[in-house]
């Protein structure tokens, strides 16, 4: 079977995935958007509440500003055959003291090689926060998010470290103005290149 033919039925099991069932809040709603011919992969860290009421990513404040970091508009945001969304946990973790929950652990061992495998046309992806990033970038590559988002230019090739688009994010942009100076530019830059034809 082709990847093309393989993968709507991976979408279909992911979507159906019910593993966590028992440690969720709500009933599991697992939140993905892909096709083969995607050109840029958003990994995130887990849907929080508005996105597990729409079932759309980043349908929420935080994706309205990583949409203004990116330079991406809503309708090529939600395209599929340009733009594939593939949380660290797919599904909503709940809420705890400080915000959301960690993403669930089990999501990303179970499903992210077999989606990654599917996707032959990715050029950039785009780890968004501190799951994505552990999981994704080397070893030892940074002591913590704020390095490992200052030192972009280092990381493997095709792989741009970005921090959550939290409302905090606004805080943590004001700490260190190199983002918005340094950083976006070349995100932007760096996505129009991939989704390009």
């Known amino acids: 079977m082709s990847l093309a033919t393989d993968l709507p039925d991976l979408l279909t099991a992911i979507r159906a ?32 509440s508005k996105v597990h009421a729409s ?22 945001f ?7 969304h593939m949380p660290t946990g797919f599904c909503y973790p709940g809420k705890g003291k400080g915000g959301d929950l960690p993403p669930q652990p089990a999501c990303a061992p179970l499903w992210h090689a077999r989606l990654l495998a599917a996707l032959p046309g990715l050029r950039l992806t785009l ?16 002591p913590n998010l704020t390095e490992a988002v200052h030192r972009w230019r280092d990381a ?16 943590w942009m004001a700490r260190n103005p190199w983002f918005e100076a340094e950083v976006l530019p070349d995100l932007r830059e760096r996505v129009r290149h991939a989704l390009r034809g």
């Open 17 to 48: 995935c019910r593993l966590c069932e028992d440690r969720l809040p709500h009933a599991p709603r697992p939140v993905v958007q892909a096709a083969p011919s995607a050109r840029l992969l958003i990994i995130g860290q887990a849907p929080g």
């Open 55 to 76: 079932g759309h990513a980043f349908d929420d404040d935080s994706g309205d500003r990583l949409r203004d970091w990116t330079g991406i508009d809503s309708a090529t």
């Open 127 to 142: 780890l968004v926060g501190q799951y994505a990033q552990k999981r994704y970038l080397p070893r030892g590559f940074a």
């Open 156 to 171: 493997p090739e095709g792989l741009f470290p970005l921090p959550h688009p939290a409302w905090r994010s606004r805080m």
């Open 78 to 84: 939600y395209d599929p055959a340009l733009i594939a």
